[in-house]
């Protein structure tokens, strides 16, 4: 699948199909994790693979109630921030958007293997933790549900480049190509 046919591609999927994500996916998947940059090359990540019913049934009931897809998804991932202590000259949490890109490597991968996912990020950190055995200095920055997709939702609308993108600063035209 071609680059930007995979990012059109992608949806997030919330039905999925009874069938077992096989191994050498999920490893291409975490090949494309491991490859992504981060904040002086720290790397701050760790990601748990979560295939266990019964640890799928104890995220639902103690750390995130409302979603049952989280149930038929075979695989949970949950990105981890390890360490989670390095703060940006501007302020920003490094590991967040050091997550944030690997996240996006690990959905797109998943995209061209044919596999849908659903990014999730309302959880109870405390119960997830606790459930995970995941260390208080670490930080859930969000967790994944992947299979193969039982649905095709349709694209979204999405706002026209002229409502996103200025020229030089904020309040900018946008320039001629994004017209």
Same mark, same amino acid.
């Given at each position: 699948?071609?680059?930007?046919?995979?990012? =059109?591609?992608?949806?997030?999927?919330?039905?999925?199909?009874?069938?077992?994500?096989?191994?050498?996916?999920?490893?291409?998947?975490? $090949?494309? %994790?491991?490859?992504? !940059?981060?904040?002086?090359?720290?790397?701050?990540? *760790?990601?748990?693979?979560?295939?266990?019913?019964?640890?799928? +049934?104890?995220?639902?009931?103690?750390?995130?109630?409302?979603?049952?897809?989280?149930?038929?998804?075979? %695989? &949970?991932?949950?990105?981890?921030?390890?360490?989670?202590?390095?703060?940006?000259? =501007?302020? =920003?949490?490094?590991? +967040?958007?050091?997550?944030?890109?690997?996240?996006?490597?690990?959905?797109?991968?998943?995209?061209?293997?044919?596999?849908?996912?659903?990014?999730?990020?309302?959880?109870? +950190?405390?119960? &997830?933790?606790?459930?995970?055995? %995941?260390?208080?200095?670490?930080?859930? %920055?969000?967790?994944?549900?992947?299979?193969?997709?039982?649905?095709? !939702?349709?694209? *979204?609308?999405?706002? $026209?480049?002229? $409502?996103?993108?200025?020229?030089?600063?904020?309040?900018?035209? !946008?320039?001629?190509?994004? *017209?």
């Amino acid at each position: 699948m071609e680059f930007f046919e995979v990012i =059109n591609r992608r949806r997030s999927i919330r039905k999925y199909k009874d069938t077992p994500v096989e191994p050498e996916k999920l490893r291409k998947i975490m $090949e494309a %994790v491991r490859v992504a !940059p981060s904040a002086r090359h720290r790397q701050p990540w *760790k990601f748990i693979i979560i295939t266990d019913p019964k640890t799928k +049934q104890e995220i639902h009931r103690r750390a995130y109630t409302s979603k049952d897809f989280i149930l038929e998804a075979p %695989v &949970l991932i949950a990105a981890v921030g390890y360490p989670a202590d390095y703060v940006c000259r =501007n302020g =920003n949490i490094a590991h +967040q958007v050091d997550l944030g890109i690997a996240g996006e490597h690990l959905v797109l991968a998943a995209t061209a293997l044919g596999l849908g996912t659903c990014w999730i990020a309302a959880f109870d +950190q405390s119960e &997830l933790k606790d459930i995970l055995g %995941v260390p208080e200095d670490a930080h859930i %920055v969000a967790l994944f549900s992947l299979g193969y997709p039982d649905e095709t !939702p349709p694209p *979204k609308q999405r706002k $026209e480049l002229s $409502e996103i993108v200025m020229s030089e600063k904020w309040g900018g035209e !946008p320039p001629e190509w994004a *017209k």
